[in-house]
C-alpha cells in the first residue's frame, strides 16, 4: 500500500549544527517529494521539494537529496537556528493512486541554544 | 489575498451536533483536498476533488461529506460529531495538471466536547 515512513519522530541539535531527517516511500512510481515546515499552530507551508529528475536541490541553508534506487530522499538543514524550530514533515505523491499525496508522520526538531 | 482560505478557524461544538467547515482557493487550482490532523500531528488524507469531482475517499465514516460546488471550493460537512471528531482539518489545494505545489489553508480547529 502507499506509504511514507519518516524518522526520527524527534530531532534536538545544538544551534549552529546540523539536521538531517530522513524518508522512504513505497511507491516506485512516485515523482514529486515535497518537505513542509509546521510551526506551533500554523499551517504547513512548502519549504523544499524536489522531482525525480534531480538527485539534490538546495536552498540557502536547506537541501533535499534524492535516492530514487533505495526510494530514500532526506532533509538537510545547516546551521541551525532558533527559528528553525518546527515540525518537519515530508511527503511522496502517489502516482497510481490518483496523485495522492500521503505525508510522513512528522518529525519535531528542537534547537537547543 | 489568502491563497487557501477555510472557515471557520475556531469550532467548538457538543457531541451530536452537525457542523461545516468551508473552503475557498483563489489560485485557479484544479484539485482541492482535506486533511485532518490529530493531537499526535499526523497528517491524514480525507477527500480530493479534482474540477469538482471526488477522485480519492480515504476510509472516513459517512458522517463526513464533502461538497464542492465548483473548482474554487470544497466544503465539509460533518453530521452527528463525536469525540473523535477533535482534530484541526486543512483544507489545502494545487494543480494536479501540472504536478504543482500543494498549498494549506489556515485549518480549522474543532472541539467536541
Known amino acids: 500500500g502507499e506509504n511514507v515512513e519518516q524518522h526520527p519522530s524527534t530531532l534536538s541539535v545544538q544551534e549552529g549544527d546540523s539536521a538531517v531527517i530522513k524518508c522512504t516511500y513505497s511507491d516506485s512510481a512516485s515523482n514529486y517529494f515535497p518537505w513542509y515546515k509546521q510551526e506551533l499552530g500554523k499551517r504547513p507551508q512548502l519549504i523544499i521539494d524536489i522531482r525525480s529528475n534531480v538527485g539534490e536541490k538546495k536552498d540557502q541553508r536547506i537541501a533535499v537529496t534524492l535516492n530514487k534506487t533505495a526510494k530514500h530522499f532526506s532533509l538537510h538543514i545547516t546551521e541551525t537556528q532558533p527559528e528553525d524550530s518546527a515540525v518537519y514533515f515530508c511527503a511522496a505523491i502517489f502516482m497510481n493512486r490518483d496523485d495522492k499525496i500521503i505525508f510522513g508522520k512528522g518529525t519535531r526538531l528542537h534547537i537547543l541554544p | 489575498d489568502t491563497a487557501v482560505s477555510q472557515t471557520p478557524k475556531y469550532l467548538v461544538t457538543q457531541m451530536g451536533n452537525d457542523k461545516s467547515i468551508k473552503c475557498e482557493q483563489n489560485?485557479?487550482?484544479?484539485?482541492m483536498y482535506w486533511y485532518k490532523q490529530d493531537s499526535k500531528k499526523f497528517l491524514k488524507i480525507m477527500f480530493s476533488?479534482?474540477?469538482?469531482?471526488?477522485?480519492i475517499n480515504e476510509t472516513v465514516p459517512n458522517r463526513f461529506s464533502p461538497k464542492s460546488p465548483d473548482k474554487a471550493h470544497l466544503n465539509l460537512h460533518i453530521n452527528s460529531l463525536e469525540l473523535g471528531d477533535s482534530a484541526v482539518y486543512f483544507c489545502a489545494s494545487r494543480h494536479r495538471g501540472t504536478n504543482e505545489k500543494l498549498f494549506f489553508g489556515s485549518g480549522t480547529q474543532l472541539s467536541v466536547l
Open positions: 476533488y479534482n474540477n469538482k469531482e471526488l477522485i
Open positions: 489560485l485557479g487550482h484544479d484539485t
